[in-house]
């Protein structure tokens, strides 16, 4: 079929081009080109057809959706937002806030320990020591890419996950804070839970912490993720609880 101008395709064919173009692409320059292909671009069908293409969805998909082109976008820039989560990169992106005792250490999971973690591409924790260490980031949304219209109107979950776990010879007690920040750096929202104590010649199995912020108010821009702990008896050394495999993700997860 021979046409003339792009605009004469069916209406179909269009929709599959617009399927392999870039969604930043899309609402950014496609979309300002003519009604028609504006049209297009706010139709379900095409953000339904994107999410499908790039795996966010599976054919079954029966799971209700308020906003098609609003999953696209989140689903696109899910990850974690933490950088050097299971310290592959020793220290770097953490501030240490707090580095009491023999100071914040990198270990290696023993063999018996990769065994047991549930994921086993985590093969490194950061352990704290006998006075308390503290270690944090602060992640910057703009920059990872959740512009301000997108968590203030829509306001997605927000999950925060860390592993911890003591040593079965020595007591310790782990601690976790999170907060959502606003761009002046004011708490928008705070996850605190009480210090987890663990009594020496307990297990030294691993335990996950979870929280979602949802509902949360508008003009969140940052959020802090601080945690460490100590051993509770002053040990010296490397006693004190032991953490990695942390996270932040935003909106939903893969299917």
Same mark, same amino acid.
Request: include cysteine.
């Given at each position: 079929?021979?046409? &003339?101008?792009?605009?004469?395709?069916?209406?179909?064919?269009?929709?599959?081009?617009?399927?392999?173009?870039?969604?930043?692409?899309?609402?950014?320059?496609?979309?300002?080109?003519?009604?028609?292909? +504006?049209?297009?671009?706010?139709?379900?069908?095409?953000?339904?057809?994107?999410?499908?293409?790039?795996?966010?969805?599976?054919?079954?998909?029966? #799971? !209700?959706?308020? @906003?098609?082109?609003?999953?696209? $976008? /989140?689903?696109? /820039?899910?990850?974690? /937002?933490?950088?050097?989560?299971?310290?592959?990169? &020793?220290?770097?992106?953490?501030?240490?806030?707090?580095?009491?005792? %023999?100071?914040?250490?990198?270990?290696?999971?023993?063999?018996? #320990?990769?065994?047991? $973690?549930?994921?086993?591409?985590?093969?490194?924790?950061?352990?704290?020591?006998?006075?308390?260490?503290?270690?944090?980031?602060?992640?910057?949304?703009?920059?990872?890419? *959740?512009?301000?219209?997108?968590? %203030?109107?829509?306001?997605?979950?927000?999950?925060?996950? @860390? =592993?911890?776990?003591?040593?079965?010879?020595?007591?310790?007690?782990?601690?976790?804070?999170? #907060?959502?920040?606003?761009?002046?750096?004011?708490?928008? &929202?705070? $996850?605190?839970?009480?210090?987890?104590?663990?009594? #020496?010649?307990?297990?030294?199995?691993? +335990?996950?912490?979870?929280?979602? $912020?949802?509902?949360?108010? !508008?003009?969140? +821009? *940052?959020? =802090?993720?601080?945690?460490?702990?100590?051993?509770?008896? *002053?040990?010296?050394? =490397?006693?004190?609880?032991?953490?990695?495999?942390?996270?932040?993700?935003? &909106?939903?997860? /893969?299917?």
């Amino acid at each position: 079929m021979a046409v &003339g101008n792009i605009n004469e395709l069916p209406e179909n064919i269009l929709l599959e081009l617009f399927t392999h173009v870039p969604a930043r692409h899309l609402l950014l320059h496609c979309r300002l080109v003519c009604s028609l292909w +504006r049209d297009l671009i706010d139709l379900v069908t095409l953000w339904k057809r994107k999410c499908l293409r790039e795996g966010f969805i599976t054919e079954d998909w029966d #799971q !209700p959706v308020a @906003d098609w082109k609003i999953f696209y $976008f /989140l689903r696109s /820039l899910h990850r974690n /937002l933490l950088h050097n989560p299971c310290a592959e990169e &020793g220290f770097e992106f953490w501030s240490l806030d707090v580095n009491g005792g %023999d100071e914040w250490k990198v270990e290696d999971l023993s063999r018996d #320990q990769r065994k047991e $973690f549930p994921n086993d591409q985590v093969k490194k924790y950061f352990v704290t020591s006998y006075y308390t260490c503290l270690k944090s980031q602060v992640v910057d949304l703009k920059a990872e890419g *959740y512009w301000e219209e997108l968590m %203030d109107t829509t306001r997605p979950d927000i999950k925060v996950k @860390d =592993w911890f776990a003591a040593r079965p010879d020595c007591g310790s007690k782990y601690q976790l804070c999170v #907060q959502l920040l606003s761009s002046a750096h004011a708490p928008l &929202g705070t $996850f605190q839970p009480d210090p987890a104590t663990i009594q #020496q010649k307990s297990d030294a199995k691993w +335990r996950e912490v979870s929280h979602t $912020f949802s509902n949360y108010p !508008p003009g969140v +821009r *940052y959020i =802090w993720f601080q945690h460490g702990g100590v051993d509770t008896h *002053y040990w010296a050394g =490397w006693y004190g609880p032991r953490v990695t495999n942390s996270s932040i993700t935003i &909106g939903p997860s /893969l299917p």
